[in-house]
């Protein structure tokens, strides 16, 4: 079986540094699971290692798309196997290491099945649905199809609601079978799963405020307004950060009033990727500063 270590965890948890340590020493190939990483020139809101840093040690999947581009979970998945299998042809092992839980939940369901191509009429029906019905509704109608796919999923995620709804009435299937099918992709992986935790809330929430005034130390919102100016408005500046930047470059709130939103905005992406990590099988839980136990577990991993 091949072997694959994952780190995940959720913002400010320090995933990029102890990825970038363990891969220095172990000589693993890191492969950045961040869906706004990918994107060109969302450099400091991101916190993307440093250019003197990607140079020594090679990130896969950052910086591989233009801001003006779209990025979807399957064309991750996809990606990430193209990674994968150059990885294994040098002998090498992945690593595997971000916060984008989305993308860690389908590869760990075995990626995104081949669902067909999208049907373009089945989509405007459920968005006129939606607007129609709502989305409570919505979510109702999932359940009936299926129960097991709507355990997973929130009741307000719109996102993942239409997308199983859209899965179903593509295919025929129900998603939660299709997925299950799906998870014998992974039966040759043996995984190393590691979910990078603090002791409690309020640890991870001063990290939340340190990486905050960090990014504005260093020239965020020139990076913000750069990208606006160069791109226009484009998706990724949806994103935690870029969007309340955004808002303050446009007068809608003061330069006190954004940093408040940004915290507060941060810490519910955190809320949301520890929800996603709860719900997952096979994790091994590490306290953020249990280096020594982490590289221990890491070091017997690999050497079995």
Not at 200 to 228: A, P
Not at 260 to 269: D, F, H, M, N, S
Request: aromatic share 10%; glycine share 4%.
């Amino acid at each position: 079986m091949k072997k694959i270590i994952c780190i995940l965890g959720p913002t400010a948890s320090g995933k990029s540094n102890l990825a970038i340590n363990l891969s220095d020493k172990y000589n693993l190939q890191i492969i950045s699971v961040d869906s706004v990483m990918v994107y060109k020139d969302f450099n400091i809101g991101t916190s993307k290692p440093s250019k003197e840093i990607l140079s020594n040690i090679k990130h896969r999947l950052i910086d591989i798309k233009k801001p003006n581009e779209n990025y979807s979970t399957s064309e991750f998945i996809k990606n990430l196997y193209q990674e994968l299998d150059k990885i294994y042809l040098k002998n090498k092992i992945p690593l595997l290491v971000g916060g984008s839980m989305q993308y860690f939940n389908a590869f760990f369901q075995g990626g995104l099945s081949d669902t067909g191509a999208i049907d373009l009429t089945i989509r405007k029906k459920l968005e006129s649905d939606l607007e129609n019905d709502g989305l409570d509704e919505m979510y109702k109608k999932l359940s009936k199809i299926d129960n097991d796919v709507v355990k997973n999923i929130h009741q307000n995620d719109k996102y993942r609601i239409l997308r199983m709804l859209e899965i179903y009435f593509t295919t025929g299937d129900k998603p939660s079978r299709i997925f299950s099918e799906s998870k014998k992709k992974n039966l040759n992986f043996n995984f190393l799963k590691i979910a990078l935790l603090t002791k409690n809330r309020q640890i991870l929430h001063n990290l939340i405020i340190d990486r905050m005034n960090f990014m504005f130390e260093n020239n965020f919102i020139e990076e913000v307004s750069n990208i606006r100016n160069t791109y226009g408005t484009v998706r990724p500046l949806s994103s935690v950060g870029y969007k309340q930047v955004v808002e303050y470059l446009d007068n809608k709130s003061d330069y006190d009033n954004m940093k408040e939103k940004i915290l507060y905005a941060t810490r519910q992406l955190a809320k949301r990727q520890l929800t996603w990590i709860r719900h997952m099988h096979g994790l091994t839980v590490h306290m953020n500063n249990d280096s020594v136990n982490i590289d221990n577990r890491v070091e017997d991993y690999l050497n079995k």
